[in-house]
């Protein structure tokens, strides 16, 4: 299911390129960050979740190749890119949570 905000024109045919790339892990980082093109700022996820710097998560999710090499994430990397995104999915639903419960502004 497409969980992105841009508008899809073929849907069907989306849906049946964007399952396919979910069988594989390089598939479903490719996904993610399609869909979360914009919102999630890769540069500061890989200062502070990988203390890399953003070209190394640059050249992973596009899969470059570096020194005659095919950059890709290790299984633990994968597994560091998955608790970053539960991270920051934690940090947007406590301040959620706290801008429901604030008072409302007062009248001005």
Not at 6 to 14: A, G, P
Not at 64 to 84: C, H, I, M, S, W
């Amino acid at each position: 299911m497409y969980l992105g905000k841009r508008e899809i024109l073929n849907k069907e045919e989306y849906e049946a390129l964007r399952n396919a790339d979910l069988c594989d892990k390089r598939g479903a980082v490719n996904v993610a960050f399609s869909e979360l093109e914009g919102l999630i700022n890769n540069a500061a996820l890989a200062r502070q979740y990988f203390k890399r710097s953003p070209s190394w998560l640059t050249q992973r999710i596009n899969g470059n190749t570096v020194f005659d090499k095919k950059a890709g994430f290790r299984p633990a990397e994968y597994q560091q890119l998955a608790d970053a995104f539960r991270d920051i999915a934690r940090r947007l639903a406590a301040h959620a949570d706290e801008i429901d419960a604030a008072a409302p502004d007062p009248a001005e």
